[in-house]
């Protein structure tokens, strides 16, 4: 038995561990664990307390993927949800599809029963004005809704670096079954509807049986054109040992390099309960908990370079 997180899962990962102990699924530790981190108002990256989009409105995305049966829930952009990993795990349980966002997303939160909650705290909000009014002036901050051109704004108001995160849980249950859980607030003054890696399979998030399993934190476009966590299997599928495997998919990022100068985590897991992580940053850590292990123990992750200038964010 084993969980894997990014480190901002602390809040979580002994819930999850405590999970598997009492022979729960992987699937369940999973959610256990992420659910708290999405409750955390203090993390400004998942959930509850995220930075909102350029409007103020905070919009969440999540996935889970089940290393089993290859089944996956996601939703995306969905707003007034505090846990969008258990409307992504109902997706995966109740519907014949594996991605709803926006509206529809919510809608189908309703229909399965979640509650409504608002998410943006005074803290974020602060957070969020205060960058808001360095980049735009006033006299556009006042209707930015009624805005027809948000793109410019977008674009300076993320021109400084910010450190962007999300959260990522990978566990193996006592029978060997693997599941990986993603969930973000995305960007934060990220244009409305932007959808980032965490909710696409294959990209922020993939797990198998049969290999191992990957999740992302870090700048999603960069884990979406790269098809990131799906690569990490791969390459564990095409015989390469964990950390050759992701190592191999960083530096499939530095092509990408040019185009988005971002920063780029992994945690992975392999069939066998191996676990590694790996980051484009000095000094990055992961965590992990075994069934013997009594509380998290952190690790650092692999530096690989992916390029010149590795922006946070
Ligand atoms: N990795 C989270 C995001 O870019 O939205």
């Known amino acids: 038995m084993i969980i ?4 901002n ?14 022979g729960g699924s992987a699937i369940d530790a999973v959610e256990a664990g992420i659910r ?10 998942v959930g509850l307390g995220g930075i909102p989009n350029l409007l103020g409105e905070v919009e969440l995305d999540a996935s889970i993927m089940d290393g089993q049966t290859l089944a996956a829930g996601a939703v995306g952009a969905l707003q007034g949800y505090e846990h969008p990993i258990s409307i992504a795990r109902k997706v995966m349980e109740e519907l014949p599809h594996v991605l709803l966002v926006g509206s529809g997303a919510e809608r189908f939160a309703a229909e399965m ?9 005074e803290e974020a909000k602060e957070v969020w004005e205060e960058r808001l009014h360095k980049a735009i002036p006033e006299t556009m901050l006042a209707n930015l809704k009624e805005e027809p051109a948000l793109r410019q704004w977008v674009k300076r108001v993320r021109e400084s670096p910010w450190a962007g995160g999300t959260v990522n849980f990978l566990a193996q249950d006592a029978d060997g079954n693997i599941c990986a859980g993603v969930s973000t607030s995305g960007q934060g003054w990220k244009y409305p509807g932007r959808v980032g890696d965490s ?9 198998d049986n049969r290999y191992g399993a990957a999740a992302c934190t870090g700048l999603g476009e960069m884990a979406i054109l790269a098809g990131t966590a799906r690569s990490v299997v791969l390459y564990l599928k095409m015989g390469l040992p964990l950390e050759e495997a992701g190592r191999q998919a960083m530096k499939d990022l530095h092509a990408l390099a040019s185009l988005y100068p971002g920063t780029m985590n992994i ?3 392999d069939k066998d309960g191996r676990h590694a992580a790996f980051s484009n940053r000095e000094e990055a850590v992961y965590i992990y908990m075994t069934g013997e292990t009594d509380e998290p123990e952190e690790l650092p992750r692999v530096l690989v370079p992916t390029g010149e200038n590795n922006r946070r964010g």
């Open 267 to 269: 945690v992975a897991l």
């Open 9 to 22: 899962g602390k809040v979580g990962i002994s819930a999850a561990m405590r999970v598997l102990r009492n």
């Open 113 to 121: 029963g979640f509650d409504r909650r608002e998410l943006l705290t």
């Open 36 to 45: 708290l981190v999405e409750s955390n108002p203090q993390d400004k990256t």
């Open 4 to 7: 894997v997180a990014s480190s």
């Open 199 to 207: 909710p696409l399979i294959g990209a922020g998030n993939y797990a």
